[in-house]
C-alpha cells in the first residue's frame, strides 16, 4: 500500500493550496485602467489650457504622448472625454467654495466668501470655466454644471438656514436664496470672464456682496427682531 506524507500535525497529505483569485487580477485591472483614464483626464484640461476650447482629439493625444486609436480605448468618442473633463472641473469648483462656506458664521461674510470663492475659481482658470459653461450643449455635462450649482447651493442653504435659526428667524428662506445668490453670481462671473475681467475680483466681490446683502438685510429688518439680540448672536458667534 502506498504510505501517504503527513504533516506535523500528522494529519496526512497538506492541503493542496487555493487556486488564484481571478477576481484579484480584475480588480487590479480595473484600477490600473482608471488610474490611466484620469492621466487621460487630467492631459485633456492640459490640452484645453493650451489649446483652447477648440482643441481636437489629436491635440489631447499629443499631450497625452500617446496615439488618438489609444484615446479611443478609454472614451467613446469626444463628447464623453469632455463630459470626465467637465466632471472634473466642476469639481475644482466645489472644492474652492464649499471650505469658504463653511468657515464662516457672520450672514454679511458669508455672502462675501462664497462670491470671493467662486470668483476666484473663474479668475485663476477662465479657460475651464468658459469650457464648463459655454460647452454645456455636449451630452451630458448640462448635468453636470446643474449638478454642480445644486451642490453649491445645497450646501449653502443649510448654512444660510443655521443662522436664521440662531437669529430666532424662519429659515424657510434659506434655500431659495441659496439657489438665489448661485444663479445671480454665475450669470455675473459669465460676463467677467466674457469681457476679459474688467472689474478687480476683490471690487467685484464687493459690489455683489454689497447689493445681495441689502436684501437679505431688508428681511432682517422686515422680521422686527429687536437690535439687541442680534448684535448679542453675533457677539457670541465671535
Known amino acids: ?66 496615439s488618438k486609436p489609444v484615446l479611443y480605448r478609454y472614451f467613446a468618442d469626444k463628447a464623453q472625454l469632455w463630459l470626465a473633463v467637465g466632471e472634473v472641473v466642476a469639481a475644482r469648483v466645489v472644492d474652492a467654495i464649499a471650505p469658504a462656506v463653511e468657515q464662516v458664521r457672520e450672514e454679511r461674510a458669508l455672502v462675501e466668501a462664497t462670491i470671493d470663492a467662486y470668483l476666484s475659481v473663474i479668475e485663476s482658470e477662465p479657460t475651464l470655466y ?38 430666532g428667524l424662519d429659515a424657510g428662506p434659506a434655500e431659495p436664496w441659496a439657489y438665489g445668490l448661485v444663479g445671480f453670481v454665475q450669470a455675473v462671473g459669465d460676463w467677467w470672464t466674457t469681457h476679459g475681467q474688467p472689474i478687480r475680483r476683490a ?19 422686515g422680521a422686527d427682531l429687536p437690535p439687541e439680540l442680534t448684535r448679542a448672536h453675533e457677539r457670541i458667534d465671535r
Open 1 to 66: 500500500m502506498r504510505r501517504t506524507s503527513t504533516d506535523v500535525n500528522g494529519s496526512g497529505a497538506p492541503p493542496a493550496p487555493p487556486p488564484p483569485r481571478s477576481g484579484g487580477r480584475r480588480d487590479r485591472w480595473a484600477d490600473h485602467r482608471e488610474q490611466r483614464r484620469q492621466e487621460l483626464v487630467a492631459a485633456a484640461v492640459q490640452a484645453l489650457l493650451r489649446h483652447g476650447p477648440g482643441v481636437d482629439m489629436d491635440q489631447v493625444a499629443s499631450t497625452a504622448g500617446v
Open 130 to 167: 468658459r469650457f464648463l459653461v459655454h460647452e454645456s450643449g455636449l451630452p451630458g455635462l448640462q448635468q453636470v454644471v446643474s449638478g454642480t450649482s445644486r451642490q453649491v447651493a445645497t450646501g449653502l442653504a443649510r448654512v444660510i438656514g443655521d443662522r436664521l435659526r440662531a437669529l
Open 203 to 221: 471690487a467685484l466681490t464687493d459690489y455683489l456682496t454689497t447689493l445681495l446683502w441689502s436684501g437679505i438685510e431688508g428681511v432682517r429688518r
